[in-house]
């Protein structure tokens, strides 16, 4: 078997340089995230370049965070979410709309055109959803009421990216018909997103049920890394990101009797 030199070399370096700079991060009592941050800007394209190819790490990078949002997904409670319904988006919606409204004026003072300082009040008003809830999975705070709020407003925000996609065509002049734009973006979000929760509470545990009886538990995690991949392509296909498919896969799953044991199954992926 032959595998490309470079991507060898830089699967190598990606492994070898994590597991350093989240030891060490662990060693001084910082979350390991933040050590895997720091070694892959030094070794990145834009640092020393011993991974000089972008494409390498994003692929890389995408799958990580694809089956670490599944996980979390199944980690966290639907119910607990649906409970916090009304707080939490008023909440996320409240604060986007201010810090917004803040950037915006400050975009307008280093000289930026209306449309430049909106997008960049897009730009900060959203938060990372990967950053939050690994901070959260490791502290074990995911089912705390802090950090299922925090979810929920993630998740949000999420939403809220569709929207603002549609705009940006109309702020850069490209968009005739803004609100036919994010009409037609959020009929698709709630479209894939209410087909794949039935999927998730339907055809998914069926599914499971079935393979699970096969007692092969290769073919089990097979089957929840296609699931995880596949809601996550979707997703990724009608403009929201592949991590949220990911996520809600999760969460639906959750519900099932198979959520824990395809929990303890992905963790050690």
Do not use: C, Y
């Not at 705070?141 to 925000?157: K, P």
């Amino acid at each position: 078997m032959q595998i490309e030199g470079s991507l060898l070399v830089g699967m190598t370096v990606i492994f070898a340089t994590a597991f350093l700079g989240g030891l060490a991060a662990r060693i001084i009592r910082l979350p390991p995230l933040l050590g895997f941050i720091a070694v892959g800007i030094v070794v990145g394209p834009t640092g020393l370049r011993v991974i000089d190819n972008p494409d390498v790490v994003h692929t890389l990078a995408e799958i990580g965070v694809i089956l670490l949002l599944f996980s979390v997904g199944i980690e966290v409670s639907f119910r607990d979410l649906r409970e916090l319904g009304k707080p939490v988006v008023f909440i996320a919606v409240g604060q986007m709309l201010v810090t917004i409204g803040l950037m915006f004026p400050v975009g307008v003072l280093l000289g930026w055109a209306p449309e430049q300082a909106t997008i960049f009040g897009f730009v900060v008003s959203l938060s990372s959803t990967i950053v939050v809830l690994k901070t959260l999975n490791d502290r074990a705070e995911l089912r705390s009421l802090h950090g299922r709020i925090l979810t929920g407003i993630m998740l949000v925000q999420d939403l809220a990216f569709i929207p603002m996609m549609a705009i940006l065509p109309a702020l850069g002049g490209g968009g005739e018909d803004i609100a036919m734009e994010i009409s037609l973006g959020m009929l698709k979000a709630v479209v894939v997103l209410g087909a794949t929760a039935l999927l998730g509470i339907k055809a998914f545990p069926w599914l499971l049920n079935r393979v699970a009886k096969l007692g092969s538990r290769e073919i089990f995690i097979l089957m929840l890394v296609a699931i995880t991949f596949v809601t996550a392509s979707v997703t990724h296909a009608v403009g929201l990101s592949a991590a949220m498919g990911a996520f809600l896969a999760g969460l639906v799953l959750d519900e099932s009797e198979f959520g824990h044991r395809a929990l303890s199954e992905i963790i050690p992926i």
